[in-house]
């Protein structure tokens, strides 16, 4: 057997592919977008606000060689989530797609005793939970169109370490509020992710999950505009927050030939905060 192509411009291509990214206009999104069009891919970013899918299109543009492309969607429903297929099938009539990251997100923080049920636990699981399923299932058909067991379709589903953990009031909501749908929520995402690996592997689709810690994005800015990146990095051991390209290495890695056999994954991006934080043992001398 001859030994085969190993190299990394091999292994992580994503040169060709369609791709789109929910949730693509700020923060995580963003990051995993400009990642693909960086590496010659044409992507496609949906969110609420046209502005701000409007101006980053334009930047990821201004890198290339890839192409980024907009579409306007509020994904707070099935509705919502059929139109966007809708609009996507306009644009792309050979209904054909190869990756998927299902990004879109809100969280919402109240007292214990005071959670509201519509903001608070209806829209969070909405969002975060009830569309991500029904976008991945719509898409299914256009995902499995090119796929093969070596070159198979990608899902990412963006999770949280939050999935992890029973601590929902932190440094990212004010004192006394809690996170508690968002939590559950994407504790959901985890075992929805494990429940799509399975249904969709027969149809050589992988469906794997990036659970961030704590990233510069809206949904942190709270906890950096409180209390500062320097006191947010105290509690990472390696001394820093996550960057962009921390989460652009992983989601080239899931999306490329090199994690064809990955599938059912969920993989913390946290620089270990999530495991050290019932402490690190002290280091003893030999």
Do not use: C
């Given at each position: 057997m001859s030994t085969p192509d190993l190299s990394i411009?091999?292994?992580?291509?994503v040169k060709g592919k369609i791709a789109l990214v929910t949730g693509g206009g700020t923060g995580i999104g963003k990051a995993i977008a400009s990642a693909f069009v960086q590496n010659g891919a044409k992507v496609y970013i949906a969110a609420r606000k046209e502005s701000q899918l409007k101006e980053t299109a334009a930047e990821l543009n201004a890198r290339g060689p890839g192409s980024a492309h907009y579409i306007v969607a509020n994904l707070?429903?099935?509705?919502?989530?059929?139109a966007l297929i809708s609009d996507l099938s306009a644009r792309e009539p050979n209904k054909k797609?190869?990756?998927l990251v299902n990004n879109s997100g809100i969280s919402w923080g109240a007292p214990f005793e005071n959670v509201p049920e519509d903001r608070g636990w209806d829209n969070?699981?909405?969002?975060?939970?009830?569309?991500?399923?029904?976008?991945?299932?719509?898409?299914?058909?256009?995902?499995?169109?090119?796929?093969?067991?070596?070159?198979?379709?990608?899902?990412?589903?963006?999770?949280?370490?939050?999935?992890?953990?029973?601590?929902?009031e932190s440094v990212v909501s004010a004192d006394g509020n809690g996170t508690y749908a968002y939590n559950v929520s994407k504790a959901a995402v985890n075992h929805l992710t494990s429940i799509l690996a399975v249904k969709l592997g027969p149809r050589k689709i992988t469906v794997n999950a990036i659970c961030p810690?704590?990233?510069?994005?809206?949904?942190?800015?709270?906890?950096?505009?409180?209390?500062?990146?320097?006191?947010?990095?105290?509690?990472q051991p390696t001394g820093r927050v996550g960057i962009p390209q921390d989460l652009a290495g992983l989601a080239l890695f899931l999306t490329s030939p090199a994690s064809a056999h990955v599938t059912g994954a969920h993989i913390l991006l946290d620089?270990?905060?999530?495991?050290?934080?019932?402490?690190?043992?002290?280091?003893?001398?030999?």
């Open positions: 411009q091999a292994l992580f291509s707070a429903s099935k509705s919502g989530v059929d797609l190869h990756i969070v699981m909405a969002v975060n939970v009830k569309t991500l399923f029904y976008l991945t299932a719509g898409l299914s058909t256009w995902l499995a169109t090119d796929s093969t067991a070596l070159d198979p379709g990608r899902v990412i589903n963006i999770s949280s370490t939050a999935s992890v953990t029973p601590h929902v810690g704590i990233f510069p994005t809206k949904m942190t800015a709270f906890a950096f505009k409180s209390a500062g990146e320097e006191k947010v990095a105290q509690n620089g270990g905060a999530t495991l050290s934080k019932q402490g690190i043992a002290p280091q003893t001398k030999l």
